[in-house]
């Protein structure tokens, strides 16, 4: 019986995982525009949309700054979790690593704008996921129990993500 437990617990696990990857990708690679620019002066997009009149263009920046840090969250939870070097440096190393790769991938497949502040915004996602499962094994000081909170916590932050992108996107 414990047996069949801890393949129901995996099973949930790596199915959120997949999910969340799925997700991640389609947002970032699904682009029905075909464009490509590139920004690599630290901040410059930020500022620009945040000093701007235009009411729309900044609420598209929020919702820009805030989507790129709450995306890749669940990443830098789930690298902590699966690594076994826990060292938060090389956790981080990867984060950049792999918002980099994207962010390069979009401009060189025409599918969105390489943005240094993107690859910014991406780790600080990462850095708070990594910072999560930190305070929860600081919390449970177990990390099998660790591992169980993430198996509860994850599906319901999915579901609440998904429910909040869903009527953002249609008021």
């Known amino acids: 019986m414990k047996k069949y437990h801890r393949i129901l617990h995996n ?3 790596y199915s959120v995982f997949i999910f969340y990857i799925v997700i991640l990708f389609a947002l970032l690679f699904m682009n029905r525009r075909s464009f490509s620019s590139i920004n690599i002066v630290p901040f410059h997009s930020i500022i620009t949309y945040l000093s701007s009149d235009d009411i729309l263009l900044r609420s598209f920046a929020l919702s820009n700054v805030l989507g790129n840090i709450v995306l890749f969250i669940p990443l830098g ?3 902590t979790l699966f690594n076994r070097d826990k060292r938060l440096y090389k956790n981080v190393l990867w ?3 792999i918002s980099s790769s994207a962010e390069s ?3 060189i497949f ?3 704008a390489c943005d240094i502040d993107d690859v910014i915004l991406n780790s600080l996602g990462g850095f708070i ?3 999560a499962y930190r305070t929860l094994l600081l919390i449970f000081k177990d990390v099998h129990k660790v591992k169980y909170a993430i198996e509860i916590i994850a599906p319901i932050g999915g579901i609440v993500s998904f ?3 869903f009527l ?3 008021t």
Do not use: D, E
């Open 11 to 13: 099973f949930l696990l």
């Open 95 to 97: 984060i950049i690593l």
């Open 77 to 79: 939870v789930y690298l």
């Open 110 to 112: 025409k599918i969105g």
């Open 163 to 165: 429910l909040i992108l």
């Open 105 to 107: 991938l979009q401009y």
């Open 168 to 170: 953002y996107n249609n």
């Open 129 to 131: 996921g990594i910072a």
